[in-house]
Nanobody, 114 residues
Framework: QVQYVESGGGLVQPGGSLRLSCSAS????????MAWYHQAPGKERERVAL???????IYAESVKGRFTISRDNAGSMVYLQMNSLKSEDTGVYYC????????WGQGTQVTVSS
């Protein structure tokens, strides 16, 4: 079955950086668009970055210029490099193939605080 395992979150000061990793399994990874989602406390989950099989990417305005999504098709991994972090980036981050039925991982917690 489809599985996602996110890691790399933690506590970081404003302006700091984190690199999130996601291991995906149970589907033909290289054939699917992959995305990272952010769920802030008390809010709906929203997509922040998306990457096509070819490597092209799209970002939410709130993270453009600060976050970079990348993928390793051979290893079925997707990454999110997060720079210049802000307090509003706090929340749980999830990865998922948006074109596959709902199956979410446990996510990884990111807390941006001084």
């Amino acid at each position: 079955q489809v599985q996602y395992v996110e890691s790399g979150g933690g506590l970081v000061q404003p302006g700091g950086s984190l690199r999130l990793s996601c291991s995906a399994s149970g589907f033909s990874f290289r054939s699917y668009i992959m995305a990272w989602y952010h769920q802030a406390p008390g809010k709906e989950r929203e997509r922040v970055a998306l990457i096509y099989s070819s490597g092209g990417s799209i970002y939410a305005e709130s993270v453009k210029g600060r976050f970079t999504i990348s993928r390793d098709n051979a290893g079925s991994m997707v990454y999110l490099q997060m720079n210049s972090l802000k307090s509003e980036d706090t929340g749980v981050y999830y990865c998922k193939a948006p074109n596959l039925p709902d199956s979410w991982g446990q996510g990884t917690q990111v807390t941006v605080s001084s």
